[in-house]
């Protein structure tokens, strides 16, 4: 339980007297003044027995990863492949993964007959080095890409199938990282 010091409470009743009766006069700078006199007023610490001010709270975040790369490879990191039954043409469906500069971000390049796409795939921080995996859909044509979670689960994320001459890309799943603190107890 927070405790707040008997004169920030007292000057907080007041405050709000004032507000209440005068609140059509205050401008909006003395009310984020307030705001922020009341944030400032709640902060607590901790001293240890040595004297020392501790922290109250942990900040959970995932920068162990740095966010660009030092070299992107040229060649794909996944791709897929499958030839399309044709009497004239060697045709076929063909999915690649290619690094960008961004870690977390790669460039999709998908080919089916004569058409041609690029999307952009975008990983979450897990905290470790992404890993996108492009796996055979359940149709002909298709395919599914994804990514390896921390636990090296597969993890779906978006749908490549070519249907009716037309090449179609799907975002299956949604996945996102929270930062979030907590309260040393």
Same mark, same amino acid.
């Given at each position: 339980?927070?405790?707040?010091?008997?004169?920030?409470?007292?000057?907080?009743? +007041?405050?709000?007297?004032?507000?209440?009766?005068?609140?059509?006069?205050?401008?909006?700078?003395?009310?984020?003044?307030?705001?922020?006199?009341?944030?400032?007023?709640?902060?607590?610490?901790?001293?240890?027995?040595?004297?020392?001010?501790?922290?109250?709270?942990?900040?959970?975040?995932?920068?162990?990863?740095?966010?660009?790369?030092?070299?992107?490879?040229?060649?794909?990191?996944?791709?897929?492949?499958?030839?399309?039954?044709?009497?004239?043409?060697?045709?076929?469906?063909?999915?690649?993964?290619?690094?960008?500069?961004?870690?977390?971000?790669?460039?999709?390049?998908?080919?089916?007959?004569?058409?041609?796409?690029?999307?952009?795939?975008?990983?979450?921080?897990?905290?470790? +080095?992404?890993?996108?995996?492009?796996?055979?859909?359940?149709?002909?044509?298709?395919?599914?890409?994804?990514?390896?979670?921390?636990?090296?689960?597969?993890?779906?994320?978006?749908?490549?199938?070519?249907?009716?001459? +037309?090449?179609?890309?799907?975002?299956?799943?949604?996945?996102?990282?929270?930062?979030?603190?907590?309260?040393? +107890?």
């Amino acid at each position: 339980m927070v405790k707040i010091p008997a004169f920030v409470g007292i000057f907080i009743f +007041q405050s709000l007297r004032i507000i209440k009766s005068q609140f059509l006069f205050l401008s909006m700078k003395l009310t984020y003044l307030f705001l922020i006199l009341l944030l400032a007023a709640c902060n607590q610490t901790i001293k240890s027995s040595n004297g020392e001010t501790l922290d109250t709270t942990i900040v959970v975040s995932n920068d162990t990863i740095p966010e660009i790369r030092k070299s992107v490879k040229e060649a794909p990191v996944a791709d897929y492949s499958e030839n399309i039954p044709d009497e004239l043409n060697e045709w076929k469906f063909e999915v690649s993964a290619f690094e960008t500069k961004k870690t977390f971000q790669y460039l999709l390049r998908m080919k089916c007959k004569e058409v041609r796409v690029t999307d952009s795939l975008k990983i979450p921080n897990f905290g470790i +080095q992404p890993k996108v995996v492009i796996k055979k859909g359940n149709e002909p044509l298709s395919c599914i890409i994804g990514f390896l979670d921390k636990k090296g689960e597969f993890k779906e994320y978006k749908k490549v199938n070519f249907k009716e001459e +037309q090449l179609h890309i799907k975002t299956i799943k949604s996945y996102y990282v929270g930062a979030y603190k907590t309260k040393v +107890q």
